[in-house]
C-alpha cells in the first residue's frame, strides 16, 4: 500500500521559514517524480513545485521562484520543500504527490498525502 505522509507545516511570521516533508512508503521514490500542490481556503489546488526522477531537475511556480527550494533524499524516500521568506499568500494546506516518472513534474497524480497546514501570519 503506497501511503505519502506530509509533515513540517505550521504557524509562522511572515519572512519565516519552514521545511516540509513528504515521507514515501509503498513505492520507491527513485523511480516518481514529485509534485507538491496547496490549496487555500476558497481557491483552487495549485502546483507550486516538481522535482524529476531523472536528473533532479526542478519546476517552480512563480509565486513561490527564489523563495522555495524542492530536493529529495532517495536513501530516505523523502522529498523536502524547503520554503523561505514565506508571506500571508503562501497560506493553505500543502500536498506531495506522485504516480510516475516524469521529466519534472510527475505524468500522473495517483497517490496523494493527508496535507499540512501552513499558516502565515503575524
Known amino acids: 500500500q503506497v501511503q505519502l505522509v506530509e509533515s513540517g507545516g505550521g504557524l509562522v511570521q511572515p519572512g519565516g521559514s519552514l521545511r516540509l516533508s513528504c515521507a514515501a512508503s509503498?513505492?520507491?521514490?527513485?523511480?516518481?517524480?514529485i509534485g507538491w500542490f496547496r490549496q487555500a481556503p476558497g481557491k483552487e489546488r495549485e502546483g507550486v513545485s516538481c522535482?524529476?526522477?531523472?536528473?533532479?531537475?526542478?519546476y517552480y511556480t512563480d509565486s513561490v521562484k527564489g523563495r522555495f527550494t524542492i530536493s529529495r533524499d532517495n536513501a530516505k524516500n523523502t522529498v523536502y520543500l524547503q520554503m523561505n521568506s514565506l508571506k500571508p499568500d503562501d497560506t493553505a494546506v500543502y500536498y506531495c504527490?506522485?504516480?510516475?516518472?516524469?521529466?519534472?513534474?510527475?505524468?500522473?497524480?495517483?497517490?496523494w498525502g493527508q496535507g499540512t497546514q501552513v499558516t502565515v501570519s503575524s
Open positions: 504527490t506522485t504516480g510516475s516518472s516524469g521529466r519534472l513534474c510527475p505524468r500522473r497524480y495517483d497517490y
Open positions: 509503498g513505492l520507491s521514490l527513485d523511480y516518481y517524480a
Open positions: 522535482i524529476s526522477s531523472r536528473d533532479g531537475s526542478t
